[in-house]
């Protein structure tokens, strides 16, 4: 059975270095193929997918975020976790980790049960 | 960046009754579309992928279709527990973009 669950601070200030972590069980990320994202839902609003690690350690970012973000794995504590700088009120939002089952497919199909960061000052 | 756009932004549908969902694509994906369920305070859980395939343990009343731009979910007679909001992805093109989602509300 996979499950996700993201931890991490909940009140941030402006500025800061936003560090969440990721820790899974059910699979192991050095299994050929899969993957973990991180996706964000500022409330109310729509998903925004961030970043994704692969078995290979391989990553890919959001364009519009890339300079913010860094996605690290450790495999031997099954845990992916992701930094993003230099944060801001809009940066609110429930943090969702996410296992991405499929080489070549970009879809996820378990789910953490998310985390809410507020910002502010 | 592929926009992901969804209509209606809520649907009223009664209990029983068939709810059709419109994802467009602001260019071709393919088949690369994924469909999610969100209920409030929950995590988004995967219904279709590949625009057609049921996820696993997906009952068979949620349906998926369509290629290129133009996607539909359908959901064949609604049960009380299928009051959500839904939400497509495309997967064809980084990055990785959702729709804004289509509230299914109790009419």
């Known amino acids: 059975q996979i499950t996700l669950k993201e931890s991490g601070p909940t009140l941030m200030k402006p500025t800061q270095t936003l560090t969440l972590t990721c820790t899974f069980s059910g699979f192991s990320l050095s299994t050929s193929g899969v993957g973990v994202g991180w996706i964000r839902q500022p409330p109310g609003k729509a998903l925004e997918w961030l970043a994704l690690?692969?078995?290979?350690?391989?990553?890919h970012y959001s364009p519009s975020l890339k300079s913010r973000l860094t996605i690290t794995k450790d495999t031997s504590k099954n845990q992916v976790v992701l930094t993003m700088t230099n944060i801001d009120p809009v940066d609110t939002a429930t943090y969702y980790c996410a296992h991405r089952p499929f080489r070549g497919k970009y879809f996820f199909d378990y789910w953490g049960q998310g985390t809410l960061v507020t910002v502010s000052s | 960046e592929i926009v992901m756009m969804q209509s209606p932004a809520t649907l009223s549908v009664s209990p029983g009754e068939r709810a059709t969902l419109s994802c467009r694509a602001s260019?071709?994906?393919?088949?690369?579309l994924a469909w999610y369920q969100q209920k409030p305070g929950q995590a988004p859980r995967l219904l279709i992928y590949?625009?057609?395939t049921r996820a696993t343990g997906v009952p068979a009343r949620f349906s998926g279709s369509g290629s290129g731009t133009e996607f539909t979910l359908t959901i064949s007679s609604l049960q009380s527990e299928d009051f959500a909001v839904y939400c497509c992805?495309?997967?064809?093109?980084?990055?990785?973009?959702f729709g804004g989602g289509t509230k299914v509300e109790i009419k």
């Open positions: 690690i692969y078995w290979d350690d391989d990553k």
């Open positions: 590949g625009a057609s």
């Open positions: 992805q495309q997967y064809s093109n980084w990055p990785l973009t």
């Open positions: 260019q071709s994906v393919g088949s690369t």
